[in-house]
């Protein structure tokens, strides 16, 4: 009879160990993207409560006078994106009348309205108190046709930024658009019938990029379980997560935690949630309570994204360091560009 129940246990061993790995697989082996939006910094530098002159964009008037006017009148105004753009009408306008007596002034306002040359901007500028002078130039531009769909235009500017203090950094950058392009950044201009109009606001915003703190769109990888206890909860969380419905989603993955601790698929998740709400010290808590429990790859490669996101969040904004400081003794750059992660994880399924 002992014999026959040591027989019986040693047939039940490869079954329980098959469904105790079946169980690992299936738990935190499998994942889905889901659509995640963070804050960059700015490309060139922060203009964010400082005054910049927009010097001009050189190029086809009907082309850079309707680029100019959206410049102007679409600057950020929300908290922690605003700036005030200057005019070059406004700027000799300030100069004329505060310089009026003085020949020097007068030629100055003169070589700008004439000419407007670099020197002649920033010396104006300068005794005005603005910050950065912005100038563009187009380089390249094949008009949309409205007709031929094959081709629907391009649009090429090259801006340069110019800080008018040592404090104030600057540089160049180009920004090349098509309408495709233009309308995959931003859904909303397929609303928009003149690609002309198309190509310059999608322009005026990237412009912005390069100069106030901006969002992008990634992509995030999360963990489907199946069979564990919460798998179904947890599959309902992740198709509001790539629904957009972060918040949803996060209560969800929370019942299943408090419920059922030991489901590392609610853990990992949280903590994606918690970087879409900008949460970035607890998002990092729980992913580094992730990896104590499974190592993984995918677990690794959250807690490096979610401090790019952070760090790149602290830049945009000027923050000081988190209270817990950061994980990863290399820098960003030494690390490769937080989109090399999202490469890495694929495109959305």
Not at 148 to 159: E, P, R
């Amino acid at each position: 009879m002992a014999n026959f129940k040591r027989q019986s246990m040693k047939c039940y061993v490869p079954l329980i160990t098959l469904l105790v790995c079946s169980m690992l697989v299936f738990g935190s082996g499998c994942r889905m993207s889901a659509p995640i939006r963070a804050w960059a910094p700015p490309q060139l530098g922060s203009a964010v409560g400082k005054q910049v002159a927009l010097a001009g964009v050189q190029g086809p008037k009907e082309l850079v006078l309707p680029l100019q006017r959206q410049l102007l009148n679409q600057a950020p105004k929300d908290p922690g994106r605003q700036l005030h753009m200057v005019s070059r009408k406004e700027m000799v306008a300030c100069e004329s009348r505060h310089r009026a007596q003085s020949n020097t002034g007068i030629q100055l306002v003169s070589a700008l309205e004439e000419i407007p040359n670099d020197l002649a901007v920033a010396s104006i500028a300068r005794h005005q108190g603005i910050d950065y002078v912005l100038r563009g130039e187009v380089i390249q531009k094949r008009h949309a046709s409205q007709q031929n769909q094959a081709d629907l235009g391009a649009l090429s500017v090259s801006w340069r930024l110019t800080g008018l203090d040592g404090e104030s950094s600057g540089g160049g950058h180009p920004i090349i658009l098509d309408v495709k392009k233009a309308r995959k950044l931003y859904p909303d201009l397929a609303f928009v019938s003149d690609l002309n109009e198309v190509l310059t606001q999608a322009m005026v915003r990237e412009t912005f990029r390069l100069i106030t703190p901006s969002v992008d769109r990634y992509q995030v990888q999360l963990e489907i379980p199946y069979l564990l206890p919460g798998s179904a909860k947890i599959r309902r969380g992740n198709r509001a997560a790539r629904e957009g419905r972060w918040g949803e989603a996060e209560k969800l993955w929370s019942d299943v935690r408090e419920r059922h601790p030991t489901q590392l698929a609610a853990l990992h998740n949280l903590a994606l949630a918690a970087a879409a709400g900008q949460e970035f010290s607890r998002a990092k808590k729980l992913a580094r309570k992730a990896i104590r429990y499974n190592p993984s790859e995918l677990h690794q490669q959250t807690l490096v994204w979610i401090e790019l996101k952070q760090r790149a969040y602290h830049q945009a904004f000027s923050l000081p360091d988190p209270p817990e400081g950061w994980f990863l003794t290399v820098t960003p750059s030494e690390l490769g560009a937080p989109e090399a992660v999202i490469a890495e994880w694929g495109s959305e399924q």
